[in-house]
C-alpha cells in the first residue's frame, strides 16, 4: 500500500506563513496534489508537481523532491479563509490517487 | 455548469437497509471515483471507473457496489448497510486523458448507519 504521512493540525497567525509537509513512500510516482478542503465542503485542487522544485500560484506554493518523497505547500500573507484542511496525494503506478489524513490549519487574528 | 452534484445530502439508515448514493458530472469526464472520509484516515477510494462501462475496486471495496452504464452517472450501491459503513461519501471525476488528471470532487453525502 502507500504511506503518505502530514502533520495532524497546525496554528498560524493572520499574514504570517504556514509551510505544511508531506513526506510519502508509494509504489511508483506520477505526480503529487494538494488539494483545500473547508469544513463540510468538498476537496478542491490547488496545486500539482510531478517535477522538482517549486511551483507558485499566488499566495500558495508547493515544493517538491522526487528524491526524498517529500512535498511541501506554503501559504503566505495568511488570511482567515485559510483556515482548512489540506490535503497531500500522490498518483502512483495504478494513477489512482493516495491521500494523506490531512492538516488542518487554523488561522488566528 | 453544475459540475458534479450528488444526492442524498444526508441520510440516516437503519441497518441491514439497501441504499443507493447517486452522482453525476456534466463536464463530459471519462473517469469517476467514489471515497470515503472518515476522521483522522482521510480519503480512501472505494470504486472507480475509467470509462463507461468498466469498473475497478479501489483500497476499500467490500459491501459497495457500482456501476457505470453511461458518461454521465455512477451511482454507489451498500447492499446491506452497516453502522461502519457510516461515513462522508465523496464522487470524483476526472478527464481521464492520463496521469497529470486533476479529480473534482462533488459536495459529499453524510450517511449515518444506525
Known amino acids: 500500500g502507500q504511506n503518505i504521512d502530514q502533520p495532524t493540525e497546525m496554528t498560524a497567525t493572520e499574514g504570517a506563513i504556514v509551510q505544511i509537509n508531506c513526506t510519502y513512500q508509494?509504489?511508483?510516482?506520477?505526480?503529487l496534489f494538494w488539494y483545500q478542503q473547508h469544513a463540510g465542503e468538498a476537496p478542491t485542487f490547488l496545486s500539482y508537481?510531478?517535477?522538482?522544485g517549486l511551483e507558485e500560484k499566488g499566495r500558495f506554493s508547493s515544493f517538491l523532491s522526487r528524491s526524498k518523497g517529500y512535498s511541501y505547500l506554503l501559504l503566505k500573507e495568511l488570511q482567515m479563509k485559510d483556515s482548512a484542511s489540506y490535503l497531500c496525494?500522490?498518483?502512483?503506478?495504478?494513477?489512482?490517487?493516495?491521500f494523506g489524513a490531512g492538516t488542518t490549519v487554523t488561522v488566528r487574528a | 455548469i453544475a459540475g458534479i452534484t450528488q444526492a442524498p445530502t444526508s441520510q440516516i439508515l437503519a441497518a441491514g437497509r439497501r441504499m443507493t448514493l447517486r452522482c453525476t458530472q456534466d463536464?463530459?469526464?471519462?473517469?469517476m471515483y467514489w471515497y470515503r472520509q472518515d476522521l483522522g484516515l482521510g480519503l480512501r477510494l472505494i470504486h472507480y471507473?475509467?470509462?463507461?462501462?468498466?469498473?475497478g475496486k479501489g483500497e476499500v471495496p467490500d459491501g459497495y457496489s457500482v456501476s457505470r452504464a453511461n458518461t454521465d452517472d455512477f451511482p454507489l450501491t451498500l447492499a446491506s448497510a452497516v453502522p461502519s459503513q457510516t461515513s462522508v461519501y465523496f464522487c470524483?471525476?476526472?478527464?481521464?486523458?492520463?496521469?497529470?488528471?486533476?479529480?473534482?470532487f462533488g459536495p459529499g453525502t453524510r450517511l449515518t448507519v444506525l
Open positions: 470524483a471525476s476526472s478527464d481521464g486523458s492520463g496521469h497529470t488528471d486533476t479529480q473534482y
Open positions: 508509494t509504489s511508483g510516482f506520477n505526480g
Open positions: 508537481n510531478v517535477l522538482d
Open positions: 496525494a500522490v498518483s502512483a503506478n495504478d494513477y489512482k490517487l493516495s
Open positions: 463536464m463530459r469526464h471519462n473517469a
Open positions: 471507473s475509467n470509462t463507461a462501462g468498466t469498473t
